[in-house]
């Protein structure tokens, strides 16, 4: 199994009571600066993990040429209907980020909100390749992923470090210095942080 969580299961269960805390439906300021400051013209931008689609709703209204894939079909769903109920037009694929179903060079930009800090320890070198082999030379790839001082509050998953990231990535990106910030996620702060990096 590549993944610790069954994530068919929590987005099809994901009614009522049962609500995803990440899933607010409303984009990240740091992320909404960044882009309308630094991705001009008509980026082609895929989404990884892109769950309900918030961030596709907003770099499809911003005239980007958008993408979002998912493993899970439920989430997908929502993505779709949510698209349809803000007129965002964007593509929308099931399927795995350690086999992602496209081309080489395919995309200008990968945007990875929360997609990375939920891949095993024994699968992040197969995930990194895969974002390589669809990204173009030059493009950048976007992470907001779990900081250390998550971890170090006695947050769960799968440990890794700043260092830990700058050694998968550093080899094949320019890496700019880390932002740490708090995710509000159901009013509770979440201790991320966010990566920039351009492929070499």
């Known amino acids: 199994m590549h993944y610790p969580i069954?994530?068919?299961r929590e987005y099809d269960e994901a009614e009522g009571d049962h609500h995803l805390l990440w899933?607010?439906?409303v984009p990240e300021s740091l992320f909404?600066?960044?882009t309308c400051r630094e991705i001009g013209g008509r980026a082609h931008v895929l989404d990884v993990g892109c769950g309900w689609g918030t961030d596709l709703v907003f770099l499809s209204g911003r005239g980007h040429c958008c993408t979002g894939v998912d493993i899970s079909l439920a989430a997908l769903t929502h993505?779709?209907?949510r698209g349809e109920e803000q007129g965002?037009?964007?593509m929308l694929v099931q399927g795995?980020?350690?086999s992602l179903p496209?081309?080489?060079d395919v995309f200008d930009v990968i945007n990875d909100r929360g997609c990375f800090h939920?891949?095993?320890p024994s699968r992040r070198e197969p995930f990194v390749a895969e974002i390589l082999r669809v990204l173009r030379k030059g493009g950048i790839y976007l992470l907001r992923c779990f900081s250390e001082k998550y971890f170090n509050s006695g947050g769960a998953g799968h440990r890794f470090t700043g260092n830990d990231v700058k050694g998968l990535f550093s080899p094949y990106f320019a890496m700019r210095a880390p932002v740490e910030y708090e995710s509000i996620v159901d009013s509770i702060p979440v201790a991320m942080t966010w990566w920039i990096m351009k492929r070499l």
Do not use: N, P
């Open 102 to 104: 496209f081309g080489q």
């Open 23 to 25: 899933e607010t439906g």
């Open 96 to 98: 795995d980020a350690l």
């Open 88 to 90: 965002a037009v964007f």
């Open 118 to 120: 939920h891949i095993l």
């Open 6 to 8: 069954d994530w068919e």
């Open 79 to 81: 993505a779709r209907k």
């Open 32 to 34: 909404v600066a960044f």
